[in-house]
T-cell receptor
């Protein structure tokens, strides 16, 4: 079946602009995760959802970052007033049921470049 | 906060050589442990995981890992690597009771020479 998809695959923006990154999880997966991966580092946890609610958003670096999952499926990561330090690959993953226990399936990522 | 250390940043082996990639974590409680692999041009995917029971776990493609609680380690092994194992490998830890919040190491790039 279809895997996790993320759009756009690449996003180039200017400092100070607003961006939205979209994640389509595997159909039926109730848990959804966002990570950020900088060059030469492992994925860094940002937030995860169980259904529509953000179960743990402790990884969001500051209040410029926000994520939603209004219908318990598609999720959007929103970044306001982008900064050059936000440049990274943003990864989304989904899992079937129990967060942390079920296998996470990762998408291809969105490469964000802030000029 | 938990952390994960992968001591080898880049490993180069010849085909048929044995592989061991180190992973140590810092967290005092019960953990779930994972190894992920990212082949060139592909997504991150799960290689194997440990939740409880036998500390020696087997994953896909002949990989295995051993959880040694006293050493806070979860090293990945393969007796004989192939060129197709060239990839980046990430160790991750998820404290039991902290649900979806996984902490990843910085990865080890494995290059297997044919």
């Amino acid at each position: 079946g279809a895997g996790v998809s993320q759009t756009p695959s690449n996003k180039v923006t200017e400092k100070g602009k607003y961006v939205e990154l979209r994640c389509d999880p595997i159909s039926g997966h109730t848990a959804l995760y966002w990570y950020r991966q900088s060059l030469g580092q492992g994925p860094e946890f940002l937030i995860y959802f169980q259904g529509t609610g953000a179960a743990d958003d402790s990884g969001l670096p500051n209040d410029r970052f926000f994520a939603v999952r209004p219908e318990g499926s598609v999720s959007t990561l929103k970044i306001q007033r982008t900064e050059r330090g936000d440049s990274a690959v943003y990864l989304c993953a989904s899992s079937e049921g129990t967060p942390g226990a079920d296998t996470q399936y990762f998408g291809p990522g969105t490469r964000l470049t802030v000029l | 906060a938990q952390s994960v250390s992968q001591h080898n940043h880049h490993v180069i082996l010849s085909e048929a050589a044995s592989l061991e990639l180190g992973c140590n974590y810092s967290y005092g409680g019960t953990v779930n442990l994972f190894w992920y692999v990212q082949y060139p041009g592909q997504h991150l995917q799960l290689l194997l995981k440990y939740f409880s029971g036998d500390p020696l776990v087997k994953g896909i493609k002949g990989f295995e890992a051993e959880f040694i609680k006293s050493k806070f380690s979860f090293n990945l092994r393969k007796p004989s690597v192939q060129w197709s194992d060239t990839a980046e490998y990430f160790c991750a830890v998820n404290p039991f009771g902290n649900a979806g919040k996984s902490t990843f190491g910085d990865g080890t790039t494995l290059t297997v020479k044919p």
